[in-house]
């Protein structure tokens, strides 16, 4: 399981720090999350303004 980071981000760039395996990046418009090494611990989503982060 890992989390994906929705089409409704704003890029505010909040959840990047928070990753603890810094598996989260900047990308084409918003941010994205590299699933194979997300550990699902929802630390991204509980700083995020818009709920974009979801676990899948
Ligand atoms: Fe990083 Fe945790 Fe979010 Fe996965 S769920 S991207 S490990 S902060
Ligand atoms: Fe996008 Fe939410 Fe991360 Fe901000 S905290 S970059 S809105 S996913």
Do not use: H, W
């Amino acid at each position: 399981m890992a989390y994906k980071i929705l089409d409704t981000c704003v890029n505010c760039g909040a959840c990047e720090a928070e990753c603890p395996v810094s598996c989260i990046s900047a990308g084409d418009g918003l941010y994205v999350i590299d699933e194979s090494t997300c550990i699902d611990c929802g630390a991204c989503a509980s700083v995020c303004p818009v709920e974009a982060p979801q676990a899948q």
